[in-house]
């Protein structure tokens, strides 16, 4: 193994998923739904491999296919207030995680610092490391009070965030919204962000994987449209999360010609090309969800939270409230934090040193064929104790697994 790699050998996910898979359990660990995506996006999809075009079996453009790059800068030109150059200022990869590791290795230099506010989705840390990067780490934290939380409870400290902008930083990560806490970032933290980026000359990757799912009386804003910051922002999509079927693993960064060019260097050498029956049907989705765009009922991009995810969001808070594992209740996407610190449960030593949560859940995956994510796996070695009292469950599952495992937690003792 190269010595790049060396610390990055653990995942979350490897462990997780397997360990849920080998006990049977009630899987509300790792984020995808267990129902099938949207009826439309399927009939699109099955029309497509079946369909006249042979081609549609064959490589495509690198950079994206010409249908998708066109829809995306169709889609995303209204919400980011300019027109955008498909061609130029879009990329497509291999999931948002591509897109992420061509973005990261495409950019950073060995010895650049890269902020990462926590929790952080898992992979940044490795990535950074694995580019030569050094990351800097700056929490969020939750407010301490009684009772259950939003997720707009979990703020950074003005203070934090602006000493870790120093003349090595190169980017900074945000997660809007953000993967564990569903935290929707307001205008000012986004302006303090954006004033620090410039101030420093720093870039800014904003990953907004989740930006469609943003519950009633909630606004996403993306960071690149604030003042001066198109030229300094990738803006990272996925499609596996825009139409819940995270197995077909696009993703996609729009952004500013020369930043944009940098990943298409990277890409070209490395994934080369998506594959193209996947990328013409999320092209058809797309061009169908612009559409209907104005229309709640129909538009996916809107139904999703509004009215599959919501009433599961909520009814996951009421009993995580009831059973006292506190809950952070999300402004958006489909996860949510519940505080562990009162459950009534003695966990045999496994024999690891890791945090608490990582041996909660798996005695809680074993046990009680219940499982989740532990969120340290989202913090620094630095941080890890801010996590270790919660897990993170995820919520776009059949009503049938939630009430199931409301079910569990119900009859804990
Ligand atoms: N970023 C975040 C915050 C995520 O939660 C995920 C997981 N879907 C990704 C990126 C990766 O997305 P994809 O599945 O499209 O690779
Ligand atoms: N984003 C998803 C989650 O947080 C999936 C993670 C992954 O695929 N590695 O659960």
């Not at 960064?253 to 940098?262: E, F, N, R, S």
Request: charged fraction near 25%; proline fraction near 7%; hydrophobic fraction near 40%.
């Amino acid at each position: 193994m190269s010595n790049r790699l060396a610390g990055t050998e653990k995942n979350v996910w490897v462990e997780f998923g397997k360990l849920s898979a080998d006990y049977k359990a009630l899987n509300l660990g790792q984020g995808f739904p267990d129902y099938h995506p949207p009826r439309h996006v399927l009939d699109i999809f099955a029309k497509l491999v079946v369909g006249d075009n042979p081609l549609i079996h064959q490589y495509t453009r690198s950079y994206g296919n010409p249908h998708l790059v066109t829809t995306l800068a169709k889609l995303y030109g209204p919400i980011m207030g300019r027109e955008i150059d498909p061609m130029t200022e879009v990329m497509v990869s291999c999931g948002a995680f591509g897109i992420l590791f061509s973005t990261i290795q495409g950019l950073i230099n060995p010895g650049d610092e890269v902020i990462i506010i926590e929790p952080f989705f898992d992979c940044y840390e490795p990535m950074v490391r694995v580019a030569g990067g050094k990351p800097v780490f700056v929490p969020l934290r939750p407010t301490q009070k009684e009772g259950p939380l939003t997720s707009n409870d979990w703020t950074l400290d003005r203070e934090e965030i602006a000493k870790a902008f120093n003349s090595n930083t190169k980017a900074i990560m945000v997660n809007n919204p953000n993967n564990p806490i569903g935290k929707l970032y307001r205008r000012e933290e986004l302006d303090l962000i954006a004033d620090l980026c410039k101030q420093h000359d720093v870039l800014c990757i904003a990953d907004e994987v989740y930006e469609w799912m943003i519950y009633r009386g909630h606004k996403h804003i993306k960071i690149a449209t604030l003042p001066g910051m198109w030229d300094r922002t990738i803006t990272v999509g996925s499609a596996g999360k825009t139409f819940s079927a995270t197995g077909w693993k696009l993703g996609w960064a729009v952004g500013p010609q020369p930043l944009i060019k940098t990943l298409m260097v990277l890409h070209q050498n490395s994934i080369y090309t998506c594959p193209t029956p996947i990328q013409e049907a999320v092209a058809a989705g797309l061009d169908y969800e612009i559409s209907v765009f104005e229309d709640e009922e129909k538009c996916y991009l809107k139904s999703l939270a509004l009215k599959e995810l919501a009433p599961k969001r909520d009814a996951l808070a009421q009993v995580l409230t009831e059973v006292g594992l506190t809950p952070t209740v999300p402004e958006a996407g489909y996860f949510m934090m519940a505080d562990i610190s009162k459950i009534n449960v003695d966990i045999p030593d496994d024999g690891t040193d890791d945090p608490f949560d990582f041996k909660f859940i798996r005695w809680m995956t074993k046990n009680k064929k219940l499982s989740a994510i532990p969120p340290t796996a989202f913090y620094s070695q630095e941080h890890k104790h801010l996590g270790e009292k919660f897990v993170r469950f995820c919520f776009i599952k059949k009503d049938e697994t939630l009430e199931a495992a409301a079910k569990v937690l119900r009859d804990w003792k």
